[in-house]
């Protein structure tokens, strides 16, 4: 089955502090995965995908197709960072996301 | 501010009613997407089109109809066959399949 689980719904850090969002997924195929991100009052916007393999806001996610993971981390949570983190996984030819429930991560100051 | 547009922000709905929400996009994408989301579900698939006057159903597609007559536009009806309508619904649009989907700023649906 295809499925993206985000264990922690909710992930509490002081500023400064690292944080790593999990993520892992259950695929038959070969995995494209995606963070997208929203802030409050605006709109779910994309953050990063492996594929491009780059940092966006000094987050990075690395998949590992080993333990079919893809974590989210950072090593200085700023406050800015405070979101709604959903993690997804394109399946089939259609190219259709499956997301993960969301992770709420709160940075304290 | 181009892009997508979802309208209207708010909508509220007697049981029994259906209700239109609109999705319309000027970023001349293909593909557009319906999902809702409930707190602590995350974002779940109702219907998608990937190109005009074609689409198919997501994971939770009872109780919804869509259309494509136009590129830029892609309205959801919550029918009052759909048992738990109240939610939040957000539209969603790529250049394709393969490329990054774009979201709107969503409609929440209060059945009332």
């Known amino acids: 089955a295809q499925r993206v689980t985000q264990p922690e719904k909710l992930l509490s850090v002081f500023k400064g502090a690292p944080v790593e969002l999990k993520c892992n997924y259950s695929y038959s195929g070969s995995p494209e995965l995606f963070w997208y991100v929203q802030y409050s009052r605006q709109r779910l916007q994309l953050l990063l995908r492996h594929i491009s393999r780059e940092s966006i806001k000094g987050f990075t996610a690395d998949l590992n197709k080993g333990e079919t993971s893809f974590h989210l981390k950072k090593p200085f949570a700023q406050e800015e960072d405070s979101a709604m983190y959903y993690c997804a996984l394109k399946v089939g030819s259609q190219g259709n996301l499956i997301f993960g429930k969301g992770t709420k991560l709160s940075v304290k100051p | 501010d181009g892009g997508i547009t979802q309208s209207p922000k708010y909508l509220f709905r007697k049981e029994g009613q259906n209700v239109t929400l609109s999705c319309e996009q000027n970023l001349n994408h293909d593909a557009m997407y319906w999902y809702r989301q409930d707190p602590g579900q995350g974002l779940r698939l109702i219907y998608y089109?990937?190109?005009?006057?074609?689409?198919q159903k997501g994971d939770i597609a009872e109780g919804y109809s869509v259309s494509r007559e136009k590129k830029e536009s892609f309205p959801l009806t919550v029918t009052s066959a759909q048992k738990n309508p109240t939610a939040f619904y957000l539209c969603?649009?790529?250049?394709?399949?393969?490329?990054?989907?774009?979201f709107g700023q969503g409609t929440r649906l209060t059945v009332v």
């Open positions: 089109s990937q190109i005009v006057n074609d689409f």
């Open positions: 969603a649009s790529s250049i394709n399949s393969n490329t990054e989907a774009f």
